[in-house]
Every structure is written in structure tokens, then in C-alpha cells.
């Protein structure tokens, strides 16, 4: 069974850096997966952050960029503010026309 | 500006049915694949079905596969969710969700607003 994984939470101080990591345990992320990050506030709709590894969506504060660190999708905010203190989610296409999510890391900023 | 604006949502008995819509606007509907995506109550983002952009392919996550079928209508611009045997645990938000582009790999651009459907005798 093809699980995406995500850290639960992550806690970050005001202007410092986090790095979220989304992998996959049938193996290696690759921009294949067309690696995908959303950012959902409760009560919100998700908002698109990355796309496509590491092209970010219109609108999304230069802060967030994508990448794939070794095995792993990655998410950085350089300079995490207040109001990125949200949750994480991260998805990914793992072929026969399936995305999946991983399970969302909750962000603290404080 | 997109816009999809999600109808449908209501409280219904296990074992029965329950049919979602999406209204589209703002974007040449029938040039990109549809998603649905849900989130239960105090859950993570679960993706559950996409129609390519001609209806041609559908694909479902393996929680749903039998009891969801999800339609579009390009000349309506609208997006469907008809959902059968209902479970307590599809229980959730349900938001309706735009491709980037006419495949249905890339993942989703945009998001309506959501939709709650509760199952609960």
C-alpha cells in the first residue's frame, strides 16, 4: 500500500527557515511524482503554494520555494511570518491516474 | 477569476445516495482536468476522484472505487459527484478542484469552497 509521508508538526520562530519533507515509502520522490504542496487553514480552502516540484502558484510570497532534497519533496519557507502558521499538505501523483495526499504537517510559527 | 462553487452537501442516511455538483466559471472549463478532494472532520486531505478534461479517463481513490462516479458536463461547464452506499466515514468537506492543465497528473490549481456532507442515520 503506497503511503505519502509527512512530518506531524513543525515548529519555526518568526523570520527563520523550515523545511517540510514529503516522501513516499514505495521509494524516492522524483519530479515524476509531479510533487505538489497546499497550504489549508481551517475553515479555508486550500490554497496552492508549489506545483510541479518547485514552480510556484500566482500570488505566493517568494518565501515558499519546492524542491526535491535526496529521496524527498521539499517545502522551505526562508523567513516564516505569522500568518504561515497553517497546514501542510503535500501530494503526489503515483501513476494509474491516482494522486495522494500525505497526512499534512501542522506548522507553528512562534 | 475562477470560480467553482460547490452544491449538493447535506446530511443523509447510511446506504443511501447523494449527488454533488460544481459550478465553473471564470476558465475554459473543458480544457483542464476535474478533481475531488475531501477532508473529514479533524482529518488530513484525502484526494478521492479526477475526470480528465474530455470525460474520457476517470480514475478514484481505492476508499471510493464502486460507490463514487464523478460526470462533467462541458457544455454546462459543471462537474458531478453521484456517491452510493453511503459510509459514516465519507463523512466530510467535499471541495471541487481545478487541474492545471488537460492531464490529470499535475495536480490541482484551484479550489471552490467546499461542501459538507454528513452521514449520519
Known amino acids: 500500500q503506497t503511503v505519502v509521508t509527512q512530518e506531524p508538526s513543525f515548529s519555526v520562530s518568526p523570520g527563520g527557515t523550515v523545511t517540510l519533507t514529503c516522501g513516499l515509502n514505495?521509494?524516492?520522490?522524483?519530479?515524476?511524482?509531479?510533487p505538489i504542496w497546499y497550504q489549508k487553514t481551517p475553515g479555508q480552502a486550500p490554497r496552492t503554494l508549489i506545483y510541479?516540484?518547485?514552480t510556484r502558484s500566482s500570488g505566493v510570497p517568494g518565501r515558499f520555494s519546492g524542491s526535491i532534497l535526496g529521496t524527498k519533496a521539499a517545502l522551505t519557507i526562508a523567513g516564516a511570518q505569522a500568518e504561515d502558521e497553517s497546514d501542510y499538505y503535500c501530494?503526489?501523483?503515483?501513476?494509474?491516474?491516482?494522486?495522494?495526499f500525505g497526512g499534512g504537517t501542522k506548522l507553528t510559527v512562534l | 477569476q475562477v470560480q467553482l462553487v460547490e452544491s449538493g452537501g447535506g446530511v443523509v442516511q447510511p446506504g443511501r445516495s447523494l449527488r454533488l455538483s460544481c459550478a465553473a466559471s471564470?476558465?475554459?472549463?473543458?480544457?483542464?482536468?476535474m478533481h475531488w478532494v475531501r477532508q473529514a472532520p479533524g482529518k488530513g486531505l484525502e484526494w478521492v476522484a479526477v475526470?480528465?478534461?474530455?470525460?474520457?479517463?476517470?480514475y478514484y481513490a481505492e476508499s471510493v472505487k464502486g460507490r463514487f462516479t464523478v460526470s462533467r458536463d462541458n457544455s454546462k461547464n459543471t462537474l458531478d459527484l453521484e456517491m452510493s452506499s453511503l459510509r459514516a466515514e465519507d463523512t466530510a468537506v467535499y471541495y471541487c478542484?481545478?487541474?492545471?492543465?488537460?492531464?490529470?497528473?499535475?495536480?490541482?490549481?484551484?479550489w471552490g469552497r467546499g461542501t459538507l456532507v454528513t452521514v449520519s442515520a
Open positions: 478542484a481545478k487541474g492545471f492543465n488537460t492531464a490529470v497528473a499535475t495536480g490541482i490549481d484551484s
Open positions: 475526470t480528465s478534461y474530455d470525460a474520457t479517463k476517470k
Open positions: 501530494a503526489l501523483y503515483v501513476g494509474s491516474g491516482i494522486s495522494m
Open positions: 471564470g476558465f475554459s472549463f473543458s480544457d483542464y482536468g
Open positions: 510541479d516540484t518547485k
Open positions: 514505495s521509494g524516492p520522490v522524483s519530479p515524476s511524482h509531479y
